[in-house]
Antibody, heavy 121, light 109 residues
C-alpha cells in the first residue's frame, strides 16, 4: 500500500527554522516527483515545492530562498527545511507523490495526512 | 502567474447534479485535475487529466474542459459528497509551478 506520513510540525517563533519529514512506503521516493503543498487555516491549497526524480528542485515565489526540499534515498524520506519562518507560513503542510504523464500533465496522488506548522511568538 | 477561479460555494439537493467550474485563460489547452477535501482530512484526487477517474472514485464524478472553463460534474449527489473541491493545473508560464483553484464548498441541502 502506498502511504505518506509527515512529521516535524509544531510551534515555532518568527525567524526560526523547522524541518518537516515525509516517510514513504509502498514506492520509491527517488523514482518519483514529490511535492509539498500547504494550507493556511481556513484557506485554500498552495503549492510550495517540488523535487523531480532527476533531482531538480523548484519553489513557489513565496518560499524561494527560505525553504529547501530534499530527499534521503536510504530512508525513502522527503524533507522540507524551512528557514526564516514568518507568521504567513502558518499552515498544514502536506507531502504528495506526483503521477506524471508528461511535463504538462501531472497530478498529486496520494497525499499524506499533513503536519501543522504554527509560526507565532 | 496563472490564476484559476472557482465559485466559493455550490448548493445542491440530494440526487441532483452539482457542477463546479474552474476558470482560467485558455484552460482548455491544459490538463486539469480535481481534488476533494473533507473537513480535517487530506485532499483526495477525484478526476485527473480533464476527465479520467482514479480507481475507487464513483462514476458519478466526471470532468470536462474547453475554452476558458473546466467543469467537475457530480451526478446523483449524495450527502457524503459534501466537501471542498479544488482544480489544479501546471503553469507553463512560470518556473515549473503548480496552481490550485480558489476552491468551492459543495453543500448538500
Amino acid at each position: 500500500e502506498v502511504q505518506l506520513v509527515e512529521s516535524g510540525g509544531g510551534l515555532i517563533q518568527p525567524g526560526g527554522s523547522l524541518r518537516l519529514s515525509c516517510a514513504a512506503s509502498g514506492f520509491t521516493v527517488s523514482s518519483n516527483y514529490m511535492s509539498w503543498v500547504r494550507q493556511a487555516p481556513g484557506k485554500g491549497l498552495e503549492w510550495v515545492s517540488i523535487i523531480y526524480s532527476g533531482g531538480s528542485t523548484y519553489y513557489a515565489d513565496s518560499v524561494k530562498g527560505r525553504f529547501t526540499i530534499s530527499r534521503d534515498n536510504s530512508k525513502n524520506t522527503l524533507y522540507l527545511q524551512m528557514n526564516s519562518l514568518r507568521a504567513e507560513d502558518t499552515a498544514v503542510y502536506y507531502c504528495a507523490r506526483m503521477t506524471t504523464v508528461t511535463t504538462e500533465t501531472n497530478w498529486f496522488d496520494p497525499w499524506g495526512q499533513g503536519t501543522l506548522v504554527t509560526v507565532s511568538s | 502567474s496563472y490564476v484559476l477561479t472557482q465559485p466559493p460555494s455550490v448548493s445542491v439537493a440530494p440526487g441532483q447534479t452539482a457542477r463546479i467550474t474552474c476558470g482560467g485563460n485558455n484552460i482548455g489547452s491544459k490538463s486539469v485535475h480535481w481534488y476533494q477535501q473533507k473537513p480535517g482530512q487530506a485532499p483526495v484526487l477525484v478526476v485527473y487529466d480533464d476527465n479520467d477517474r482514479p480507481s475507487g472514485i464513483p462514476e458519478r464524478f466526471s470532468g470536462s474542459n474547453s475554452g476558458n472553463t473546466a467543469t467537475l460534474t457530480i451526478s446523483r449527489v449524495e450527502a457524503g459528497d459534501e466537501a471542498d473541491y479544488y482544480c489544479q493545473v501546471w503553469d507553463s508560464s512560470s518556473d515549473h509551478h503548480y496552481v490550485f483553484g480558489t476552491g468551492t464548498k459543495v453543500t448538500v441541502l
